[in-house]
């Protein structure tokens, strides 16, 4: 006969139960939403999820702390560092999928055709440079970009490159902010195919 748990086990019991139940949640999202992901939470709790989970593939970053009342306000700035760094992380692996996409005539340059290109094909990775944005109109049946320059009028997307990025990460892609001046030659934009 074993021993009754103690309430120190059943708490353990239910802390694993619980993160568990989190990690099936997370990786239902991620297969509808592939993103990069940030986990946010105490030291202690993001150690013991990461053990368990099966779903951190696409780990950028942690933002560590006790924040689960912390308004959004608070933790968008916060997670946005770790994005930003994790995706400049990864500007020598962007670099060279480039060169061995380009030679197999997999790659778009500029951001009208890689949008055309991430609505009718399969995107596999997004390069850009970090300072880049590229106000624009989007054509009726939503393939086409055009430039523009009267950025207030409500027709005109502030950023069609955050409306990019987003459509590659949706289509299953990654993304990646490169330096200044490193796609210059492209249009400061490079989208590889599968």
Known sequence: ???????????????????????????TYLRLHPAPL????AERTLAEFRRYS????????????????APLSDLAPRIRVVLEEYLLSRQDEALNLIDQRRS????????AAAWLAARAEHPEM?????S???PARISEDGDFLSPADDTDHPDVIDDAVDELIELVIQRGGWV???ADGLLD?????????R
């Open 1 to 27: 006969m074993t021993a009754p748990a103690t309430p120190e086990q059943r708490t353990r019991q239910a802390v694993e139960r619980f993160l568990r139940q989190v990690d099936r949640a997370l990786g």
């Open 38 to 41: 940030v986990l946010v939470g």
């Open 54 to 69: 099966r779903n951190t593939g696409r780990l950028a970053g942690v933002v560590t702390g006790s924040l689960s009342q």
């Open 104 to 111: 197999r005539g997999k790659v778009v340059d500029g951001v």
């Open 126 to 130: 997004l390069a850009i440079e970090e």
């Open 132 to 134: 880049l944005v590229y």
């Open 176 to 178: 990646s902010f490169v």
């Open 185 to 193: 030659k492209h249009e400061r934009v490079v989208l590889t195919l």
